[in-house]
């Protein structure tokens, strides 16, 4: 295992920093964005119809979290490799880090894993995604501009037979509601699409570390979002959903007044707005550079999420 994430040039990237220099109020983060297996795992023995199910990473996500980071002039960072290698929600101790088995399927390259190839799957994934956290947090800090954390996650909608209905889950540590509090108001007389809170899970399933490491421990606003698959997996409704959900960050945001870190300054309802929306594109990201870093990741040909951020944005769509 411990030759996992070597390529022959060396250690594999794996963390996505997608414009990096965003000067909004929100960071962004995608734990799950990926369902990648370096090759030297062997795809942990899963056929690949279950690598590109739910199990390996959030279907949708890491494009609506990019729709997200445009809209919001958000930095945005998303784990490059499956959450079946670690889970970057979850911390070192937890079982579920490595998980043996996901929903129903056991997973045979996690089955017994020896002390050593634990370790060095958190020396692989979640000590290089926790640190390029904390040092954008640390970055925004040092400019007196402490981020507003938003996870962006998305869920499958039958779950052990079982079907879902809840279309867009706010989560939120028990320490820390204040943000989700915002965004439910904000949601509340919209009734597009079936909103509720820590659902369909919450913190005692142990989805809130992120969240706690980075957020609640910090005194930091935060929130999990979590999107219902089905409704985010076409490019179009990437899209569509995305900006829903960034008019009611905005809201919740400007709602919140005194306890927001900082005025919000990149409202982009206007038309400077879209202006510095439509120049954002040169700032991180050359245009004869693909955005989408993910892709470039994977050499087996299954990339399920290719996202050109030049297409994400329609500025006359937005709702704010
Ligand atoms: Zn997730």
């Known amino acids: 295992m411990t030759e996992a994430g070597q390529g022959a040039s060396g250690p594999a990237r794996v963390v996505d920093e997608i414009n990096l220099s965003g000067a909004g109020d929100v960071l962004l983060i995608c734990e799950h964005a990926s369902n990648h297996i370096p090759p030297a795992l062997f795809n942990l023995g899963l056929t690949d119809d279950l690598l590109r199910s739910h199990i390996a990473w959030d279907p949708g996500?890491?494009?609506?979290?990019?729709?997200?980071?445009?809209?919001?002039?958000?930095?945005?960072?998303?784990?490059?490799?499956?959450?079946?290698?670690?889970?970057?929600?979850?911390?070192?101790?937890?079982?579920?880090?490595?998980?043996?088995?996901?929903?129903?399927h056991p997973i045979p390259g996690n089955a017994n894993l020896a002390p050593e190839?634990?370790?060095?799957?958190?020396?692989?994934?979640?000590?290089?995604?926790?640190?390029?956290?904390?040092?954008?947090?640390?970055?925004?800090?040092?400019?007196?501009?402490?981020?507003?954390?938003?996870?962006?996650?998305?869920?499958?909608?039958?779950?052990?037979?079982?079907?879902?209905?809840?279309?867009?889950?706010?989560?939120?540590?028990?320490?820390?509601?204040?943000?989700?509090?915002?965004?439910?108001?904000?949601?509340?007389?919209?009734?597009?699409?079936?909103?509720?809170r820590n659902a369909p899970y919450g913190q005692s399933d142990g989805v809130m570390h992120t969240l706690h490491e980075h957020g609640v421990s910090h005194g930091l606003l935060n929130v999990m979002i979590e999107i219902r698959n089905d409704l985010i997996a076409a490019t179009d409704a990437q899209i569509d959903v995305a900006q829903w959900l960034a008019a009611r960050l905005r809201a919740a945001l400007d709602n919140m007044g005194g306890e927001r870190p900082r005025a919000q300054e990149h409202g982009l309802s206007n038309a400077a707005g879209d202006q510095n929306l439509c120049a954002l594109g040169g700032r991180d990201q050359s245009p004869d550079r693909p955005h989408h870093h993910v892709s470039d990741f994977r050499d087996d040909g299954r990339a399920a999420v290719v996202v050109d951020l030049k297409d994400v944005f329609h500025a006359d769509a937005m709702d704010a």
Do not use: Q, W
């Open 61 to 104: 996500a890491l494009p609506v979290a990019v729709a997200l980071s445009k809209a919001l002039d958000a930095p945005l960072l998303a784990h490059r490799l499956s959450r079946l290698v670690y889970d970057c929600n979850r911390p070192p101790e937890a079982e579920s880090a490595v998980p043996a088995i996901s929903e129903i």
């Open 117 to 196: 190839d634990r370790e060095a799957r958190v020396a692989l994934c979640y000590t290089p995604f926790r640190n390029a956290l904390r040092a954008a947090i640390d970055r925004r800090i040092a400019m007196e501009r402490p981020p507003v954390l938003v996870t962006i996650h998305s869920f499958t909608p039958v779950y052990r037979g079982e079907r879902r209905d809840v279309e867009i889950g706010i989560l939120h540590h028990d320490a820390d509601s204040r943000l989700a509090d915002a965004m439910l108001d904000a949601a509340a007389s919209d009734t597009r699409f079936d909103v509720r």
